[in-house]
Every structure is written in C-alpha cells, then in structure tokens.
T-cell receptor, first 113, second 114 residues
C-alpha cells in the first residue's frame, strides 16, 4: 500500500497478557518510529530504527516493552505482561530521510482490562 | 521540560471565522525542524507543513498560513475562513538535527461550528 499500515487497529488484552503490534512502513523508508499516545495527549516517543538497527530506545517505559525490525522493513512492538497503564494508541511512523516528513499509520488502540 | 508548548487546549469558532493556533518551542540546537500535523477523529496524523530553522519566511497554502518567528521561538498556524472539515486536533512538533525523535505538543482541539 501507499501509506503506513498498522495491525491490529484495536486490541483488547487482559492484564498480564502479552501483545504484539505490527507496523508496515512505506516501502524503502529507512527510518521507523514508534510513539505512544495517551487519551488527550500528544504522541510520546518510544523508539527509533534506522533500517534494522534500533538506534534509540530511550522512550520505552519499561523492560516489558520490546521492539524489533529484523529485516529493516516490518516492525513489531511487543508488550509483555500488559498493565492498565499501557492502554493507549500506539502509532508507527516512517520517514524517507531524516528530519523530513514522517508518515504516520492510523495506530493500534490497545485497551488493557 | 516540555520542548513544544501548545497553550490552547480547545478552541471553538464559527464557520468562516479565522483562527490561530499557537506553538512555542524550546531547543538549544541551531539546526532544527518544525512541523504541524492534523489528527482527525480517524486517528491518523496528517502532515501539514515542515520548516527548517534557517527559513523564517512565512508560508501560505490555500486557507492555511504559518508564521515562524525565531525571536520568540514560535511557529503559529492560522486557518482563514474556517470550515467544518477543519475540526480536528492539531499538533505542533519539533525535530532536532542532533536527535532521533519528534517532540510533540499536547495538541489543540479545534471545533468549527456550522
């Protein structure tokens, strides 16, 4: 497709369950970002990849959060032992060149019950 | 400290009114980039504009215009003759040349009343 695709769009998880969120960036885009957006807030940075290399994971809130991009295209954000405070929209973005326009997906809305 | 501040949480205007959304940023980098994104109810962030720190020229695109002033660290966004379709949350964002992320403000929710 032409844009950034994220799946699933919605995910309900029981507290303690592990979840995996997928991001398909725009083909050929080197940079990939994950952001977390709480209700009524702006997106908060989680992690950044350049190709398959995770260059910045300073925004990951705990060691329960893990992201990978093994072949430099599709990325997965995994959250282990989900907690209620993990409930948010998780946005993925890709960028062709650094500091240019980042294209965002529609996000995955995670609700932990 | 918040790098991007959008002091207006919610704004309501009547259709055809002009509206300005404020954005103030903070950075020590000399090279940086400023952005505005629109987030409609569908949730996807839609890119509107990117400016680099060396280009202070104001820009106009249709009903949208942007005023970048380094002296006050502001990058304000004006919608002229607002329309109902402009209703959305608008985010201002900063990217620093030395960094790896976009810093977003908390957003301004704009409602245009018909």
């Amino acid at each position: 497709g032409a844009g950034v695709s994220q799946s699933p769009r919605y995910k309900v998880a029981k507290r303690g369950q592990d979840v995996a969120l997928r991001c398909d960036p725009i083909s050929g885009h080197v940079s990939l970002f994950w952001y977390q957006q709480a209700l009524g807030q702006g997106p908060e940075f989680l992690t950044y990849f350049q190709n398959e290399a995770q260059l910045d994971k300073s925004g990951l809130p705990s060691d329960r959060f893990f992201a990978e991009r093994p072949e430099g295209s599709v990325s997965t954000l995994k959250i282990q032992r989900t907690q209620q405070e993990d409930s948010a929209v998780y946005l993925c973005a890709s960028e062709g060149q650094k500091n240019t326009e980042a294209f965002f997906g529609q996000g995955t809305r995670l609700t932990v019950v | 400290a918040q790098k991007v501040t959008q002091a207006q949480t919610e704004i309501s205007v009547v259709e055809k009114e002009d509206v300005t959304l404020d954005c103030v940023y903070e950075t020590r980098d000399t090279t940086y980039y400023l952005f505005w994104y629109k987030q409609p109810p569908s949730g996807e962030l839609v890119f509107l504009i990117r400016r680099n720190s060396f280009d202070e020229q104001n820009e106009i695109s249709g009903r949208y215009s942007w005023n970048f002033q380094k002296s006050t660290s502001s990058f304000n966004f004006t919608i002229t003759a607002s329309q109902v379709v402009d209703s959305a949350v608008y985010f201002c964002a900063l990217s620093e040349n030395t960094g790896n992320q976009f810093y977003f403000g908390t957003g301004t929710s704009l409602t245009v009343i018909p």
